[in-house]
């Protein structure tokens, strides 16, 4: 008989019930010792130039293992990398997972406190992510911690999904609502770095906080319910509006301004009202 447990970074252990587990390499002290030299190369090369310029034969040499040692622990230095960074992000990041079932307000503060603790891990190692996420290009660490971003963030959409009262949203919205959370996670730290993390992380996250989505920081009741609230911006689509951008109908909500671009528009949670127009 055997039971599954989550490991780290998302790995299933198969554990066998009544019985010792089996001795894992990451339990070697010897092992450890290895990767761990292995790792204080990598983040030392990964910081000068990016991981898919590292050869295996580089970051033995600088770790002082063989080629044969290191491929006891990945495949290659830029996978080394990736699974290092996973590993460091993933205490921080995987509650992110079931926030809701902490309702009320303590949901976006939690939501903050895990995007202020990416940022302080990112800040720790600026000169390699300043390499894994090269301005207008892709990278092998990119597309790992990418591929680890869509699980965990697809896992906070569906049990979002299954908190929100009336119509469930379709597979598409789910997909379309994860590969957001993922761009935009991404485009947080992309910017930081772009901008010289001129910013502390309490501004950028504030910045992050302005964009969210609405559906994102819709109520969330003592009972841990959502509602979508969609049908004023449907009504905004299918809404018709005079010459000077007059609404036609009686429907009452958000003015066309907000797809024009006419006049101011406040950042904030409450309706916008247009502004006079500028000269």
Same mark, same amino acid.
């Given at each position: 008989?055997?039971?599954?447990?989550?490991?780290?970074v998302?790995?299933?252990?198969? +554990?066998?019930?009544?019985?010792a587990?089996?001795?894992?390499?990451v339990?070697?002290?010897r092992?450890?010792r290895?990767?761990?030299?292995? %790792?204080?190369?990598? !983040?030392? $090369?990964?910081?000068?130039?990016?991981? #898919?310029q590292i050869?295996?034969?580089?970051? @033995?040499?600088?770790?002082?293992?063989?080629r044969? %040692?290191?491929?006891?622990h990945?495949?290659?230095?830029?996978? =080394?990398?990736?699974?290092? $960074?996973?590993?460091?992000?993933a205490p921080?990041?995987e509650?992110?997972?079931?926030?809701? /079932?902490?309702?009320?307000?303590?949901?976006?503060?939690?939501?903050r406190?895990?995007?202020l603790?990416l940022?302080?891990?990112?800040?720790?190692?600026?000169?390699?992510y300043?390499?894994?996420? &090269?301005?207008? *290009?892709?990278?092998? +660490?990119?597309?790992?911690? @990418?591929?680890? =971003?869509?699980a !965990?963030?697809?896992?906070?959409?569906? /049990? =979002?999904?299954?908190?929100? #009262?009336? &119509?469930? &949203?379709? #597979?598409?919205?789910?997909?379309?609502?994860?590969?957001q959370?993922?761009?935009?996670?991404?485009?947080?730290?992309?910017?930081?770095?772009?901008? *010289?993390?001129a910013? /502390?992380?309490?501004?950028?996250?504030?910045?992050?906080?302005?964009?969210?989505?609405p559906w994102?920081?819709?109520?969330?009741s003592? !009972?841990?319910?959502?509602?979508l609230?969609?049908d004023?911006?449907?009504g905004?689509?299918?809404?018709?509006?005079?010459? /000077?951008?007059?609404? !036609?109908?009686?429907? +009452? *909500?958000?003015?066309?301004?907000?797809?024009?671009?006419? *006049?101011?528009? @406040?950042?904030g949670?409450?309706?916008?009202?247009?502004?006079?127009?500028l000269?």
């Amino acid at each position: 008989q055997a039971v599954f447990k989550l490991g780290q970074v998302g790995i299933v252990e198969q +554990v066998a019930v009544g019985k010792a587990a089996p001795r894992q390499p990451v339990d070697d002290p010897r092992y450890q010792r290895i990767r761990s030299k292995l %790792t204080d190369a990598i !983040l030392a $090369l990964a910081a000068q130039k990016p991981a #898919e310029q590292i050869s295996v034969s580089e970051l @033995t040499e600088a770790a002082g293992v063989s080629r044969t %040692t290191f491929y006891k622990h990945s495949s290659s230095p830029s996978s =080394f990398l990736a699974e290092h $960074l996973i590993s460091a992000l993933a205490p921080q990041m995987e509650p992110i997972a079931h926030l809701l /079932d902490q309702p009320g307000p303590g949901y976006l503060l939690q939501w903050r406190e895990i995007h202020l603790a990416l940022l302080e891990h990112v800040a720790a190692n600026h000169r390699v992510y300043n390499h894994v996420l &090269p301005e207008g *290009g892709q990278s092998v +660490v990119l597309a790992m911690i @990418t591929s680890y =971003f869509d699980a !965990l963030f697809e896992e906070f959409v569906r /049990d =979002f999904v299954r908190h929100v #009262e009336g &119509p469930v &949203p379709s #597979e598409l919205w789910i997909q379309m609502a994860s590969s957001q959370q993922v761009h935009n996670t991404i485009a947080m730290v992309q910017s930081w770095l772009k901008t *010289g993390m001129a910013e /502390d992380p309490d501004e950028v996250v504030a910045a992050y906080f302005s964009l969210l989505p609405p559906w994102q920081v819709a109520h969330v009741s003592e !009972l841990g319910r959502s509602t979508l609230r969609v049908d004023p911006i449907q009504g905004l689509l299918s809404a018709s509006f005079g010459p /000077d951008g007059e609404r !036609l109908d009686n429907e +009452v *909500g958000i003015g066309p301004n907000l797809l024009h671009g006419r *006049g101011r528009i @406040t950042l904030g949670t409450t309706r916008h009202k247009p502004s006079p127009e500028l000269p």
